[in-house]
T-cell receptor, first 113, second 114 residues
Framework: AQSVTQPDIHITVSEGASLELRCNYS??????LFWYVQSPGQGLQLLLK??????LVQGIKGFEAEFKRSQSSFNLRKPSVHWSDAAEYFC???????????FGTGTRLQVFP | DTEVTQTPKHLVMGMTNKKSLKCEQH?????MYWYKQKAKKPPELMFV???????INESVPSRFSPECPNSSLLNLHLHALQPEDSALYLC?????????????FGDGTRLSIL
């Protein structure tokens, strides 16, 4: 069955520190992968997507993610975190043959000054 | 600013009331979605419309009734809801081109059932 795992429920970093949020997926073919961010009281905003091609994808707000097929991972990174990055982050994979997205359980990012 | 607009932003209703949630997008997307999101959880898919036809119903109780009057609008009619239906209801839309195009989300309607 297709699934997405975000092993870290909650991460705390200092402002200016680097960040990596983990995402592992289970999928039988080349997946469509997404990272979304949700600030309190708001909807989900797309940070970046991977369909094919270059395995390092750039997104908005200085985020990037790397697709590693051998590790079934799509980890999100940012070299220097800003206080405004504090939010909930969801990794998702497009389910086969349907319009569904399969979401991970999310990682809550807290940023200390 | 989001390109998917949801109204109202907040709704409080009693268990016997009838109300509707509205969603609008003008991006030319032909797939539209309703999600339910409880606190500290990922969104749960409720319904999908493709080309204005219901394509997915995730076994949602009949007290939730979706409607897609045209390619830009999506409604969710609510009737006789239960307290456990209190949640954030998110609408999303996406292109249809044979791939999983990203879904664009609205900011949601925060629903409270008394």
């Amino acid at each position: 069955a297709q699934s997405v795992t975000q092993p870290d429920i909650h991460i705390t970093v200092s402002e200016g520190a680097s960040l990596e949020l983990r995402c592992n997926y289970s999928y039988g073919a080349t997946p469509y992968l997404f990272w979304y961010v949700q600030s309190p009281g708001q909807g989900l905003q797309l940070l970046l997507k991977y369909f094919s091609g270059d395995t390092l994808v750039q997104g908005i707000k200085g985020f990037e993610a790397e697709f590693k097929r051998s590790q079934s991972s799509f980890n999100l990174r940012k070299p220097s975190v800003h206080w405004s990055d504090a939010a909930e982050y969801f990794c998702a994979v497009g389910a086969k043959n349907t319009d569904k997205l399969i979401f991970g359980t999310g990682t809550r990012l807290q940023v200390f000054p | 600013d989001t390109e998917v607009t949801q109204t109202p932003k907040h709704l409080v209703m009693g268990m016997t009331n009838k109300k509707s949630l509205k969603c609008e997008q003008h991006m030319g997307h032909r797939a539209m979605y309703w999600y339910k999101q409880k606190a500290k959880k990922p969104p749960e898919l409720m319904f999908v419309y493709s080309y204005e036809k219901l394509s997915i119903n995730e076994s949602v109780p009949s007290r939730f009734s979706p409607e897609c009057p045209n390619s830009s609008l999506l409604n969710l009619h609510l009737h006789a809801l239960q307290p456990e239906d209190s949640a954030l209801y998110l609408c999303a839309s996406s292109q249809i081109d044979g791939r999983h195009q990203p879904q664009h989300f609205g900011d949601g309607t925060r629903l409270s059932i008394l």
